[in-house]
């Protein structure tokens, strides 16, 4: 069986799901170590290690979406 490609529109809809559920997890880790922090449950360290993963998860999302751009605007 013979694949065919994606239209560009296609690959976008398909950027735009993907994109949303890992803004959504990377929100979470984040808000799961700040609550984490304000309510001392757990080392202190620990805690920042857990939000320090949800902000490096945040940059790869950023990182994603300035490549994705640049291969949309050309």
């Known amino acids: 069986m013979k694949r065919r490609a994606l239209s560009r529109k296609e690959e976008f809809d398909i950027l735009k799901i993907v994109s949303s559920k890992f803004l959504l997890f990377a929100v979470f880790v984040l808000g799961l170590g700040f609550y984490r922090l304000v309510f001392i449950i757990g080392s202190f360290w620990y805690n920042i290690a857990i939000m320090i993963a949800g902000i490096v998860l ?7 979406l300035v490549k994705e751009y640049e291969y949309i605007k050309l």
């Open 58 to 64: 945040l940059i790869l999302f950023i990182i994603l």
